[in-house]
């Protein structure tokens, strides 16, 4: 049995990569932070898997060294997921340093322990934020990436130069993955999906930044966990490779999708576009497509409707 360390692993899209790992048999040690008013929610998202035997989880922080060497030394790892990070691009903005903190340095000491360890591969979570106003669509990973536009997207494209040396400098393989904003059940409560189901449902109104045709590219959250689980077995160096949906919707499209799936009617309250959000994002999923064999699955229609069963209940 093949072991797996998922770091940020009780997170949204950590906790659905321990499930879907642990399927396929998997053993998964799992690392997140557990010592903060957001423990409560991140014990519930691995709910449904702590009691199964090759599951094992720690609190421990990525960004200081000895916590996590311990665990590599006590365990055999095969395989290194690095999800752990500062996430969301606007509160970038307010606390930059814990951002480069967490996904520059706290990044460092995993893959420097991965290294040293030689695991077999190294995933690194990357996003879409990294091509910012890109003006060619879709977005390719040949494309330049010179133009980041927060301080979240400028420590993604650090993570990824970051892996690259350590590929080339330490043999290491690695993968990193450009998610384009996933979403689904346990998504996060400061990404517009979650946001806006919650307040059209309770009847309140929602803040919408810029006019609504600003677009992303949703993508469902098993879509992703696929493409991270079919890219352990890649043989390669090093790869960067785009996860997305690659059928972006604009903003209030989103918002009327929303309302159908919930049977309201939204109030919006039409914002000015805030610093640091792109105006499209849209994946050029080609080249997951032949190394990974990645299609996504599930439409936004499908998957906001799987979102808001899950909020419900
Ligand atoms: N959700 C998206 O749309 C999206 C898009 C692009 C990239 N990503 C990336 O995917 C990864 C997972 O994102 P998510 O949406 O599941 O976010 P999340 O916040 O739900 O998960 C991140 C997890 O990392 C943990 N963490 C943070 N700092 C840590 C530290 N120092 N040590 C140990 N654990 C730490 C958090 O507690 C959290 O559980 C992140 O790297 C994020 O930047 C997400």
Redesign the pocket.
Known sequence: METVLV?????????HLCESLLKQDYRVIC????D?D?TEL?LR?VDNILSNPNFFLYS?????FE??SSIFESNQIDYVI???????VRDSFLNPELYF???IF?LFNVLKLASKYKVKKFI??????VYGNNKKIPFSENDLVENQISP?AVS?RSGELLCKMFSDLNDLDVVC???????GP???ED?AISKFVRAIDSGEHISLFGDGTSQRDY?Y?SD?VDGIVASLKLKSRFEIINLGDSNPITLINLVRIIERVLGKTATIDFLSSQVGDVDVTFADISKANKLLNYVPKVSVETGIAKFVEWYKN
Do not use: Q
């Open positions: 770091t940020g692993g009780a997170g949204f899209i950590g906790s690392v997140d932070l557990l903060n957001l991140k998202n421990k922080n990525i960004n200081i916590e996590i690095n999800l752990a990070a500062k996430t969301g903190e967490t996904n706290g690194f979570s990357s996003s879409s934020s979240y993604k993955f450009r998610f384009f904003t996933v979403y346990r998504g996060r990404m993508t959250v992703i």
